[in-house]
Every structure is written in structure tokens, then in C-alpha cells.
């Protein structure tokens, strides 16, 4: 995401350079020579990477970062940095072709004098702007990522344990689990460490993963009592829940 932010900046007509570890040894004149420092590194590498900038910044500079998270990159940007500082998560991949109709996150309270660049800029290239406190994000993804993610991983290491056959049996599983395993397949394209660096560091995950192992062993033990009506009742409160009934399809 950082190649795909320094290439759209580039292209809109604003010098950007890139770094990485590859490149030796990070220095105060490289932070220093740019008036706007984003960093794009995997959330359990934030803290250090911040630490190490931080003192470099000056107070007219703004230090940003893109990590999926947002607590802990704020906390740190805060503890470490004497300048403006901006927390923010693009919600797509670097497939996406523009800015335009993306969503992304913004915790923009200490932005300062650049939370109106940004928001500019942003709104300029047609963006989904979200202005959201950094507690309410990352307990919101805890439930729409972490939860998603080990949902999704729970079913193939359920089908795995269970002798599922995909070469005989996908394709006579129907269109809505087609559906589940095309998004476990496609989730399953990224690195491993990327989805345990998110859950091991967002402070809601283990919460989001709880209240999932709660609904599901109780729906596991009214099957095996039999218990239709309290079944019917478990099904019935997620209808109510979502509200519209849709037309009946088949399983």
C-alpha cells in the first residue's frame, strides 16, 4: 500500500521518495528533508519504526501511517513524535485502480494544520472519507477483520479435518458455498503473518473470537439435545436482527 499511495502521489505531481530496510540504515536528514513522513509497515513493526522517527520529526512536518489498526500507531505517533500526526487505513488493496470511491479510515484529532491537506487532497481524488475515534476502529475491525478472517480460516480447517474433497466435491457444494470458498481461497493468498499480526495486536480481537465461541457452542448444544424450538429461537433473533426478509432460496 505504501508503493501504491507513493505512485498515486507521484502521478498527481508531488516529490516522494520510498525506503526501506533494504536501503541501510534510516537517518534523520532522509526524515527530515520531507515535509510529510507515511508509514506503511506491518502493524507489529509500528512501534519500533515510530520510535525511531519520531524524534527525527519538526514540528511543521506531519507523520501519518496506514497500518489496519489504529490504537496502537496513534498511541506510539503521540508518545514519540512532537509534530501533527494522522492515523489512517485505506480499507482496499493495491488492485484497486484510484482513490476514487475508496474508503478509508481517518483519525485526524492531532492533524493540525494538515488534516485540511489531507481531507483536500482525499476529497479531491473522490474518496469515502470516515472521520472515526481510533477505539471505535479497531473495535470495529476486531469484528468485520478479525472475526472475518478466523471465520473464514475456521471453515477450511473445519473442512480439512472433516475429509472435504475439493477436486470431487466443490463443484456439487452450490453457488452460496462456492461463494465461502472462493473468499477463503482468496484470503488464503495472503502471508499467514499478515492476519496474526492483526488479530495478536488488535485489543478487541480476542473479545470479537469469544462472543463467536460462545454463540457457537451454544448452538452446537441445543443440536445435540434436539432442541428444535430453541434452534428455531437462535435462527429467529438473527431474522429479527437484520430485519428484511428476503425471498426464499435454496441451501
Not at 452450490?174 to 503473518?193: E, I, R, T, V, W
Amino acid at each position: 500500500m505504501g508503493r501504491w499511495f507513493a505512485d498515486h502521489f507521484r502521478a498527481d505531481g508531488f516529490s516522494v521518495r520510498g525506503y526501506s530496510r533494504a536501503e541501510g540504515p534510516l537517518t534523520a536528514e532522509w526524515v527530515q528533508a520531507s515535509q510529510v513522513i507515511i508509514i506503511s509497515v506491518p502493524v507489529g513493526s509500528m512501534p519500533k519504526v515510530i520510535q525511531t522517527i519520531g524524534p527525527w520529526m519538526g514540528p511543521d512536518q506531519l507523520l501519518m501511517d496506514l497500518g489496519s489498526l489504529k490504537i496502537q500507531p496513534l498511541d506510539s505517533m503521540l508518545k514519540a513524535a512532537d509534530c501533527p500526526v494522522i492515523g489512517a487505513h485505506p480499507l482496499f488493496g493495491p488492485s484497486a485502480p484510484s482513490l476514487k470511491d475508496q474508503l478509508i479510515f481517518l483519525c485526524s484529532e492531532n492533524g493540525g494544520k494538515w488534516s485540511p491537506w489531507l481531507n483536500g487532497y482525499l476529497k479531491s481524488r473522490r474518496a469515502r472519507l470516515v472521520e472515526i475515534d481510533p477505539e471505535r476502529h479497531d473495535r470495529l475491525m476486531a469484528q468485520v477483520q478479525t472475526l472475518r478472517h478466523f471465520l473464514l480460516f475456521a471453515l477450511g480447517r473445519t473442512l480439512l479435518d472433516l475429509g472435504f474433497d475439493r477436486q470431487t466435491e466443490e463443484e456439487l457444494a452450490g453457488p452460496y458455498f462456492g461463494k465461502l470458498l472462493c473468499m477463503l481461497n482468496h484470503q488464503s493468498q495472503q502471508p499467514a503473518d499478515l492476519y496474526t499480526e492483526l488479530a495478536l495486536n488488535n485489543p478487541y480481537g480476542l473479545e470479537a473470537m469469544n462472543s463467536f465461541i460462545k454463540q457457537a457452542q451454544t448452538l452446537t448444544q441445543k443440536l445435540a439435545e434436539g432442541d428444535k424450538p430453541a434452534l428455531i429461537d437462535a435462527v429467529s433473533q438473527v431474522e429479527q436482527y437484520f430485519g428484511t426478509r428476503l425471498e426464499p432460496v435454496s441451501a
